[in-house]
T-cell receptor, first 109, second 112 residues
């Protein structure tokens, strides 16, 4: 079993749709969680950190479920510019950082 | 805002050649990292430097060496390139171990 698993997609959604991504992790001692966005042939960029209480940034909502060991990302009112690959990132103790392989999203007009 | 700067952006090497990838950050971060990204796989950590003067192996260190030249700079060296090292390489930095990392623009390396 991979340490961090994501549905690779692709998710094809129309503009304005709501889309949700899940990510599961295997190490119960994991401490920090993030969602990154990566555009084609570009570097990953931080989208948002994920806090235990859940957090929201505009159209984006991230949640953490420690009991079930998964994090989620919800995108509301999808825009064409949201088309990208979304990476789930889990940090354990020290410098152990595990990246998911990413979920591809295509938003179409 | 420069952030993390990597050079070169593209490189083609012949098998057995050597090269050094350069990385510099201007955010006064303590920790720096080198990752490789291959199709269908998540980023994998090659080496990291927790702080100036220290370096440690990551998940896939074989065939690579690193130098933390100072707090700003962290270089990755391929001593004898192999086709299996064809990949996209990203340098990153973070303030602390558990804080978010910021990435450079990447180096696309092809070994023929």
């Amino acid at each position: 079993r991979k340490e961090v698993e994501q549905d690779p997609g692709p998710f094809n959604v129309p503009e304005g749709a709501t889309v949700a991504f899940n990510c599961t992790y295997s190490n119960s001692a994991s401490q920090s969680f993030f969602w990154y966005r990566q555009d084609c042939r570009k570097e990953p960029k931080l989208l948002m950190s994920v806090y235990s209480s859940g957090n929201e940034d505009g159209r984006f909502t991230a949640q953490l479920n420690r009991a079930s060991q998964y994090i989620s990302l919800l995108i509301r009112d999808s825009k064409l510019s949201d088309s990208a690959t979304y990476l789930c990132v889990v940090k354990g103790g020290g410098f152990k950082t595990i990246f998911g392989a990413g979920t591809r999203l295509f938003v179409k007009a | 805002n420069a952030g993390v700067t990597q050079t070169p952006k593209f490189q083609v090497l012949k098998t057995g050649q050597s090269m050094t990838l350069q990385c510099a950050q201007d955010m006064n971060h303590n920790s720096m990292y080198w990752y490789r990204q291959d199709p269908g796989m998540g980023l994998r950590l090659i080496y990291y430097s927790a702080s100036e003067g220290t370096t440690d192996k990551g998940e896939v260190p074989n065939g690579y060496n690193v130098s933390r030249l100072n707090k700003r700079e962290f270089s990755l060296r391929l001593e004898s390139a192999a086709p299996s090292q064809t990949s996209v390489y990203f340098c990153a930095s973070s303030e602390l171990a558990n804080t978010e990392a910021f990435f450079g623009q990447g180096t696309r390396l092809t070994v023929v």
